[in-house]
């Protein structure tokens, strides 16, 4: 298997490590193109990039992972209900000086996005958090290896995760239920792809996904990651 794991101390040394790494990706390679993620994993992440002094971002192309869809009829998200554009652009993206692709203004053509995406080859890094379902992006329970960039139906799980019961409940029929995810084909075209897990709940996910003797299967999507041959797993939990 060729996933490198990394356990650190804590959320803020795995977001450093992460700034580390894309500061890596940026300084060896400046025309890079890097797939970014939304939730709460990510935020040190966010933090420790926006410390950093003299990152050339100005070659760079960036692309969000995924993004909510609206649910139908409406034209808005309900309050406190962010994009995950709107979210990208308020913890890094308007504060730096790249060429940003956004998936929102593409949710009726995936595929375009994806080709975007791929172009070059693919994107030069992806960053993904893992969900307790076992979902990357949001290819959920029951997506194949070379899931295309979609349109997908949240699963209960998530939903439960991004609003909360209480407000799910209350809420459900103007919450986004549907996202436009990066498919696992193009997660797994990227050349190097990093996965980001805090706090040790993950921890039994993440076994479920890269125990050496568990098959990659569609029950737990990021177990694909284990097909892929530069791979790097951040935690800060033992694994
Ligand atoms: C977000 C995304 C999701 C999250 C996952 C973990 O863009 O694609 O797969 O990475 O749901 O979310 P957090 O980090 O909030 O636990």
Redesign the pocket.
């Known amino acids: 298997m060729s996933v490198q794991f990394i356990n650190t101390i804590d959320r803020n040394a795995v977001g450093l490590r992460a700034a580390w790494m894309v500061q890596a990706q940026l300084n060896s390679k400046p025309d890079s193109s890097i797939v970014f993620?939304?939730?709460?994993?990510?935020l040190p992440m966010y933090e420790a990039l926006g410390r950093i002094r003299n990152l050339d971002w100005s070659r760079s192309r960036l692309f969000q992972?995924?993004e909510y869809c609206q649910p139908e009829g409406m034209d808005a998200f309900p309050p406190g209900v962010e994009t995950?554009a709107g979210f990208l652009d308020r913890v890094l993206w308007s504060r730096v000086d790249a060429q940003k692709f956004y998936l929102k203004d593409m949710l009726d053509d995936p595929m375009q996005y994806e080709g975007l995406v791929r172009a070059n080859r693919g994107p030069d890094l992806t960053i993904?958090?893992?969900?307790m379902n076992g979902?990357?992006?949001?290819n959920e329970p029951g997506s194949p290896s070379d899931s295309p960039t979609r349109r997908v139906d949240l699963a209960e799980e998530?939903l439960v995760?991004n609003f909360g019961e209480e407000r799910l409940n209350r809420d459900r029929a103007v919450l986004p239920r549907q996202a436009v995810t990066l498919g696992l084909s193009a997660i797994l075209a990227s050349r190097r792809i990093l996965l980001l897990a805090t706090g040790s709940r993950k921890r039994g996910i993440i076994r479920k996904a890269f125990g050496q003797h568990i098959a990659p299967s569609v029950a737990c999507p990021a177990s694909w990651l284990k097909m892929h041959p530069y791979v790097t797993v951040l935690t800060d939990f033992s694994v």
Do not use: Q, R
């Open positions: 993620p939304t939730g709460n994993t990510p992972l995924d995950f993904l958090g893992i969900g979902h990357i992006a949001f998530t995760h």
